[in-house]
């Protein structure tokens, strides 16, 4: 059974950074797309990012130009680099997997980690 555990989140202040690790029980990144999604409490699961096998990239409007999804086949593990983060940004951070292209769509993707906490304080 494939699982993603994600890890790296926690507190930061208004412009710092974090970096989102997600770690797959089995070789993923070579065959599958992997996205990244966030969730506040009351709203939908947005997709912010995603990458293919071949290093192709997707970002939403929101993150473009302040966060990096990249990917370490080697190491089973997808990364988020988030810099000049803003409160905004603060909410539960999500990695996943699917075999349906690069989206950043939510039904697309068919394995999900269990989230992990990014909190940005002024």
């Known amino acids: 059974q494939v699982q993603l555990v994600e890890s790296g989140g926690g507190s930061v202040q208004v412009g710092g950074s974090l970096r989102l690790s997600c770690t797959a029980s089995?070789?993923?990144?070579?065959?599958?797309?992997m996205g990244w999604f966030r969730q506040a409490p009351g709203k939908e699961r947005e997709g912010i990012a995603a990458?293919?096998?071949?290093?192709?990239?997707l970002y939403a409007d929101s993150v473009k130009g302040r966060f990096t999804i990249s990917g370490d086949a080697a190491k089973n593990t997808l990364y988020l680099q988030m810099n000049s983060l803003k409160p905004e940004d603060t909410t539960m951070y999500y990695c996943?997997?699917?075999?349906?292209?690069?989206?950043?769509?939510?039904?697309?993707?068919?394995?999900w980690g269990q989230g992990t906490q990014v909190t940005v304080s002024s």
């Open positions: 089995k070789y993923m990144l070579g065959s599958y797309y």
């Open positions: 996943a997997a699917g075999r349906s292209g690069l989206t950043r769509t939510q039904r697309d993707y068919s394995y």
């Open positions: 990458i293919s096998w071949g290093g192709a990239t």
